[in-house]
């Protein structure tokens, strides 16, 4: 049951990939809340994922593009704009990928050339949808917009890789744009860092597994689901949060607060046998 937070709202969800994602659920909660979506990925995503299941059961248009290519960002919006039948009140990017994590390349050991794809996918792609937007004036006044991002921006995590990077400067972005868009416009943009999720993109990490069960030992609520996310998003994007901007929501249970707890210290293990290689070095990934 919604309670219309969204009615009467439209937006751009981008990076719904199938029920795992992030973006799946978000879109689902916003129309859910009385919105009309307009989806959109790549075509190689919408291929192997089931995106276009989820855009005939949310009655959403599914425009494939390419995040980094300013070309198909452009036609998003416009195909957007006119199937709303002008402009929109949201936007999410969830769009995150890195070629050196899938090559298994670790962080002291990157290829530059994947590195700037890793940049440019999970971060300028986010700099190109809202220069677009402010562009075309698409997104209507005290508009909302959200990228989603992970606490590794600020904080070292094993085998994140240069995700960490691309998250830095992902929420970089939404502070700079977030006070010209701000300031001329009322759009207010935004970062949510979210506790590992078990998606499609975050099992390619390093050790995934152990990451989600170590935050959920830390965090006193324990980890954030992606349904949970949606619903903070779903918040995000009305008009309760009209004066929030600029900022990096942790929606992570506590986990970003806490130095050790007891479910996590009672875990803990000592031997890092399975992290060393044949000659006894440790595996930094």
Known sequence: ??????????????????????????????????????????????????????AQKLNAKLIPADATNVEDLEKVVDESMEFFG????????SIGMSP???KKRPYDNLDYGLLNQTLDISAISFHKILQICKAKDAINDWGSVIALSY????????????????????????????YIYGREKHVRINTI?????????????????????FSERMSPLGNATAEECADYCVVMFSDLTKKVTMQNLYHDGGYSSMGMSFRAMEQYIKSFDDLTDEQGNIIYG
């Open 100 to 102: 050196n994590v899938r």
């Open 86 to 93: 002008g402009k929109f009140d949201f936007v999410l990017h």
């Open 193 to 213: 860092s979210q506790s590992p999720t078990v998606t499609t993109a975050g099992s390619g990490i390093k050790g995934f597994d152990s990451l989600v069960d």
């Open 1 to 54: 049951m919604g309670n219309n937070l969204l009615k009467g709202k439209k937006g751009i969800i981008f990076g719904a990939l199938n029920d795992m994602s992030i973006a799946w659920k978000v879109a689902e909660r916003c129309v859910e809340e009385g919105a009309i979506v307009t989806l959109s990925n790549t075509p190689l995503a919408i291929r192997m994922g089931t995106t276009e299941e989820l």
């Open 151 to 178: 606490g590794a921006a600020q904080r070292t995590m094993f085998g994140y890789n240069d995700m960490a990077d691309a998250k830095a400067m992902l929420e970089s972005i939404a502070r700079s744009f977030g």
